[in-house]
């Protein structure tokens, strides 16, 4: 039976919320409700609204750096200031989580990135355009780790690789669709009446708040805090959980993530994080730029390639959440990963359209598909009482490093070289070195349930 919290009688915050019947069924057992598939739908939303946001950027920046009159080194430093901004955002919405819950904090993260997008449609300075990319992304980052979070803390362990990879294949979808947007709205309107576009997707924060439950993991966390202090107020003995809890509680969420039972999980999350961004770094913002340029693709094209590219990578996402489930999650990083390693090598040596199209399409299963097994460790490997923290130290190290500090490496290669070609081809490296490291220092955790794999 796949129970969803720590053993105990109910507290009192727990009480208030079985009220409701969204809760109960995702308190009570291991049965997949209705309610289930809410959180499952909502956080597919966002993922999805969140890979059209991301990936909008990438295909207008040809059009936005000659909108803009920039180079190329130019448009990359304002586009790792915009992206070192919005690491903090990928640290401070889990933190918040902690504190304040995982549903809230997803509604208003949603709202947020969907409706600053349409402000950047009539910027016209590049840096008050860079101020306003900054709060995008200080709001898109949150995504990351909250839809994770409540799907991991809500849904049965024995699935909870297969749906958390569905959720994060939704992101897919997203980039299809800036593709749709790419090659029928930039191509005709401009990049500007594109932006606007994501407005709408504020109204998927009112659907989570209106259909998806607090998550019991969290609200029992609350209770367990309420509890232990009473205890303590009136001067009874705590039990050797209890005071070994309350002894790691007493640091600073940051501080618990580096004390002797957490070092070894933080490094690994933090570890497969840094991969996950470098190898998605070094090709996804680059893509559309080196086929702008280097191939000579028009918008419309690359945006139709972006959409078949998006919808093949689905497959990866969803296979690599059924082998995670089924096999393991390391099975899944390996499949992955060796798929993704060798087609995006034939890609980077493609000498026509054809080979373009085809090995373009094939790398995107396992270039997208190891991002699958990567979101379900980095939400299952923490505690509850840091699981929000936790995630939010790991993604936030890793968009320094992939996002912010290897562009520097990307771009030097093309700009010594005059051509991308040098920086892909170190994506097959870096996706065996990440092979490596799932190989020797990842543990499993397929079918295990959230108290079973940390306290």
């Known amino acids: 039976m796949d129970a969803v919290a720590e053993p105990g009688p109910i507290g009192p915050l727990e009480q208030e919320y079985r009220r409701s019947p969204a809760f109960r069924a995702v308190a009570d057992g291991d049965t ?10 909502a956080n597919g939303l966002g993922w999805g609204f969140d890979g059209m946001d991301g990936v909008i950027f990438a295909l207008a920046s040809p059009l936005i750096i000659k909108d803009f009159g920039l180079t190329v080194p130019e448009y990359r430093t304002g586009l790792q200031i915009a ?18 819950g995982r549903r809230t904090l997803l509604a208003l993260n949603i709202a947020m990135f969907s409706l600053m997008m349409p402000l950047l449609s009539v910027t016209y300075s590049w840096p008050l355009f860079v101020a306003l990319r ?40 997203g980039a299809a669709l800036a593709g749709v947007i790419a090659t029928w709205v930039i191509a005709t309107y401009g990049w500007r009446i594109a932006f606007a576009v994501p407005a709408v997707v504020a109204l998927i924060g009112v659907y989570v708040r209106a259909k998806c439950p607090e998550s019991p993991y969290w609200v029992r966390l609350q209770d367990r805090k309420h509890r232990i202090g009473q205890a303590q107020a009136r001067g009874q003995l705590l039990s050797a959980e209890d005071r070994d809890w309350v002894a790691k509680t007493r640091n600073r969420q940051l501080t618990q993530l580096f004390l002797p039972d957490m ?17 998605y770094g070094t090709v996804g913002g680059w893509m ?42 390391r099975p899944a990083f390996y499949v992955m990963l060796a798929q993704g390693a060798v087609f995006i090598t034939l890609w980077v040596f493609a000498t026509t359209d054809l080979e373009l199209w085809v090995y373009g399409l094939l790398w995107s299963i396992g270039f997208l598909g190891f991002w699958g097994p990567s979101m379900v460790l980095t939400a299952e490997i ?19 490093f992939g996002f912010v500090l290897w562009p520097f490496v990307a771009v030097g290669l093309q700009q010594s070289t005059g051509s991308f070609a040098a920086a892909f081809l170190l994506i ?14 990842t543990p499993e955790y397929a079918g295990k349930e959230l108290d079973q794999i940390s306290l």
Not at 32 to 41: D, E, L, N, P
Not at 139 to 147: C, I, M
Request: hydrophobic share 50%; glycine share 12%; aromatic share 18%.
């Open 32 to 41: 997949v409700t209705r309610t289930h598939w809410h959180i499952a739908v």
């Open 263 to 279: 070092r070894r999980k933080t490094a690994i999350a933090t570890f497969i994080a840094c991969c996950s961004t470098t190898i």
């Open 134 to 173: 900054s709060g995008v992304n200080f709001a898109l980052n949150g995504e990351w780790s909250l839809g994770s979070m409540l799907v991991a803390e809500t849904w049965p362990a024995r699935l909870r690789g297969r749906v958390i990879g569905i959720n994060r294949g939704t992101w897919c979808f």
């Open 83 to 100: 992206l070192l901004i919005g690491i903090a955002g990928m640290y401070v919405w889990p933190w918040l989580a902690d504190r304040y």
């Open 382 to 400: 923490f505690p509850t009482r840091i699981r929000g923290a936790g995630n939010g130290f790991a993604w936030s190290v890793a968009w320094l």
């Open 428 to 441: 097959p490296v870096a996706m065996a070195f990440m092979a490596a490291g799932v190989w020797w220092f």
């Open 288 to 329: 559309p730029l080196y086929l702008a340029q280097e191939r000579h693709w028009a918008t419309a094209t690359y945006g139709k390639f972006y959409i078949a590219w998006g919808l093949v990578g689905f497959l990866g996402l969803l296979l690599s959440g059924w082998i995670s489930d089924r096999f393991g999650r």
